[in-house]
């Protein structure tokens, strides 16, 4: 593909993009594209479309998993500011209309969200407290938990859509499901919010609350993508279960850890002591080793107890290129 020159400044090649993820591993993207408008980000989209070149979206690398062999296409990051930008309503507005609606770029930082939106008394974000990402990614696969879902709060999407541009989409459109949406190709660059005025106080203390939960359960301190797999639903619910309310369904930490998994090391990746859905990673660890493990956490977790656990976080790799979900947060 040829770059054109008033896109030169913001497209690198051959960009190592283990340091921008959590894991920290990974090889190369053959190119890097940071627009710095909605209207660059919309030409280029249209530029991969006809040069037929796969987009990887990029958010904070928290859910992702970059094969070492790298990607051969463009990924995007939405980090210029005027994707990270955040308008929230003023006191006057809660006074005319009782409701709060707030609009952020793709590229807002979640930690930033949650902590701003309590901050204001802004209620329904801080369920969310402790997960790591950027806006875009997180509704891309409607991130979330016990306390609640992204999807609980969005208002409208905007996408840029390759051969549609620019457009806004409700939440059916949006097609949200368990840790999944049906937006397809498209590449979310700003939300919508609906938050509920409520006291900040109160706020503070149940995001503080979620925040010591996650914390003594999960392995902070390490570097990890969150759960690497979905909850199964309970076979006996099989089909019955709502894909939105399986967090209340059978645990992939629980199985993992059931069947003794907890501690099991490929090279520099282990199967974390805490939580048995999160594999840790050492600085020596390749993503080979991490791809290894998952393997063998599948296979031990299907013969133990017949469930076959479905991936939670993206793999990018040269193989799956084109056909698989490539949108990570
Ligand atoms: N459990 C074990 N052993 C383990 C892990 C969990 O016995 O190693 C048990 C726990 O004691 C608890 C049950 O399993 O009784 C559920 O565990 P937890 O509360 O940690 O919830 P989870 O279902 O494992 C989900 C989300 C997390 C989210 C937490 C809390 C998924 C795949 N995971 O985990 O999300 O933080 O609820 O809301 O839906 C993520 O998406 O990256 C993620 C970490």
């Known amino acids: 593909m040829q770059i054109p020159a ?24 053959r190119w890097l594209a940071r627009p710095a408008s909605v ?41 210029a500011a005027a994707f990270q930008d955040i308008d929230w309503p003023s006191r006057n507005e809660r006074i005319a209309h ?9 590229g ?5 969200l949650v902590r701003e939106s309590v901050r204001r008394g802004l209620g329904g974000l801080e369920v969310l407290a402790g997960i ?3 806006l875009g990614g ?21 996408v840029v859509e390759p051969g549609r541009g620019l457009r806004v989409l409700e939440p059916a459109e949006v097609g949200f499901a368990y840790r999944r949406t049906e937006l397809g190709e498209a590449i979310v660059c700003g939300v919508e919010l609906a938050l509920t005025w409520d006291d900040p106080q109160a706020l503070r203390e149940r995001m503080l609350a979620i925040w010591s939960a996650k ?40 199985l993992i850890d059931r069947a003794g998994l907890k501690g099991l090391r490929v090279g520099g990746a282990s199967v974390s002591t805490q939580h048995g859905n999160f594999i840790v990673a050492e600085p020596s660890a ?44």
């Open 6 to 29: 008033e896109f030169a400044p913001r497209v690198d090649r051959d960009i190592a993009l283990g340091p921008m993820t959590a894991y920290g591993v990974g090889g190369t993207a």
């Open 39 to 79: 209207e660059e980000l919309i030409a280029l989209v249209e530029l991969c479309r006809i040069s037929a070149v796969p987009i990887y979206p990029l958010g904070k690398g928290a859910n992702l998993l970059v094969s070492d062999d790298g990607v051969d296409g463009l990924v995007l990051r939405l980090d």
């Open 98 to 106: 009782g409701s709060a609606i707030v609009r952020a770029g793709a």
């Open 108 to 112: 807002a930082d979640m930690h930033r």
């Open 132 to 134: 790591p990402g950027s």
């Open 138 to 158: 997180i509704v891309r696969m409607n991130a979330g938990g016990r306390w609640g879902q992204i999807a609980d709060v969005v208002r409208r999407v905007t």
């Open 215 to 254: 914390k003594a359960a999960q392995p902070f301190a390490e570097h990890s993508a969150g759960c690497v797999f979905k909850n199964p639903p309970r076979a006996e619910m099989n089909g019955a279960v709502p894909e939105s309310a399986r967090e209340r369904s059978a645990s992939a930490g629980a």
């Open 286 to 329: 390749t993503a080979a080793d991490i791809m290894t493990l998952i393997g063998r956490v599948r296979r031990a977790v299907a013969e133990r107890f017949g469930v076959e656990l479905e991936l939670e976080i993206k793999v990018w790799d040269r193989v799956g290129s084109g056909q698989r979900e490539r949108t990570a947060c």
